[in-house]
């Protein structure tokens, strides 16, 4: 009986054992089932909100296209009462993302649309010699940029802990980038700085092709093209104009200059808060008030003196935009960025895309 007792005993250990690695096995099965099917599901997310995103840009494409080609029929004096003459802060482009669009799978997608217009072009800092064709700077825009630097490096946030910023030199060394000659401000080679670092590389002697591509301008670092992007843009890359003031923010608003050759200095407090006004009473902003006389004022009914700088037609009619598409399915988020170019309207160009 005890031999009995024992092998008993080792049988029951056994089959304790293999009970134990049989529910191990049921347990990483099973788990290794559910992880599975939350790779599939994520996966199927990911494209989703993918294809979502992409979705996004082009229905953006199709609201300006509609938007562009009415306000140009009525520029060229088609009968369109209830269309406005320029952009402005009433387009439904603007207003586009103030809502959501729910997916009957339960996705949403926001689209965000900014015209060039509400932000200051770099490029536009810049003009063609009519006789040479060479890029050089306008008369006042190193002033301009000087102002405008210390504009933005007076509100980055803890300055004290960050390089500090010559912003004449700046302006100096961006200009230098930008034109087409290979002589620096101080009359030496202006590639000289570019040379030198690694990899070497030269001064773009062109227009600017992306805000990132500033960090490459001696002066310049990562955190102040970082903090000059809520500003600036560099589309168009020709032909391009200053701030459109009957549609960008306030604090691009404050980046515009106005004033004679002689005397130029940044809109002010009091005269953003007065452009600010009229927009909300739904008037803009015309060099020639005969346009739309029950619509339009003029520079001088906001205390702007002379023109503003960086030139500007008004009312603006922008043919480029930067469209932003946030999807989100399940717990995926993508987003998709594109600049839009309407310079040929019977076929708009993608002038960048970035999916992320």
Not at 205 to 229: I, Q, Y
Not at 239 to 246: C, K, P
């Amino acid at each position: 009986m005890a031999v009995r007792d024992r092998k008993s005993g080792v049988v029951l250990a056994m089959v304790l054992i293999l009970a134990l690695v049989l529910s191990a096995a049921v347990v990483t099965f099973t788990r290794r089932a559910v992880m599975d099917r939350m790779i599939v599901r994520n996966r199927e997310n990911l494209a989703s909100a993918e294809a979502l995103a992409r979705g996004g840009v082009q229905i953006a494409t199709g609201i300006l296209a509609g938007q562009t080609l009415l306000k140009i029929s009525k520029l060229v004096g088609e009968d369109l009462p209830e269309t406005p003459i320029g952009d402005s802060t009433e387009d439904l482009s603007v207003r586009a993302g103030d809502y959501e669009i729910v997916t009957p799978s339960g996705g949403t997608l926001r689209i965000q649309i900014a015209s060039s217009g509400t932000r200051l072009n770099l490029n536009s800092l810049m003009k063609r010699n009519k006789e040479t064709k060479e890029l050089e700077a306008h008369p006042s825009a190193e002033e301009f940029l000087v102002e405008f630097f210390e504009h933005v490096t007076n509100d980055m946030d803890e300055l004290e802990e960050q390089e500090s910023y010559d912003a004449r030199e700046l302006a100096r060394s961006l200009l230098d980038y930008l034109d087409s000659d290979e002589t620096s401000h101080t009359g030496g080679d202006e590639d000289s700085y570019y040379l030198d670092q690694d990899p070497p590389y030269r001064a773009a002697n062109r227009p600017l092709m992306s805000v990132h591509e500033l960090s490459l301008v001696e002066g310049f670092d990562t955190a102040l093209a970082e903090a000059l992007k809520p500003y600036v843009t560099v589309y168009p890359f020709t032909g391009a104009f200053g701030v459109d003031i009957n549609s960008a923010p306030p604090h691009v608003l404050a980046s515009a200059s106005h004033g004679t050759e002689a005397s130029r200095r940044l809109l002010g407090e009091d005269e953003v808060r007065q452009i600010l006004r009229y927009r909300e009473e739904g008037s803009i902003f015309c060099s020639a008030t005969e346009k739309d006389p029950d619509r339009c004022r003029t520079l001088a009914e906001a205390n702007l003196e002379g023109e503003l700088f960086p030139p500007v037609r008004l009312p603006a009619i922008s043919r480029t935009f930067t469209v932003v598409s946030r999807a989100r399915v399940g717990e995926i988020e993508r987003s998709a960025e594109a600049v839009v170019s309407f310079e040929s309207f019977a076929e708009p160009r993608l002038l960048s895309w970035r999916l992320r």
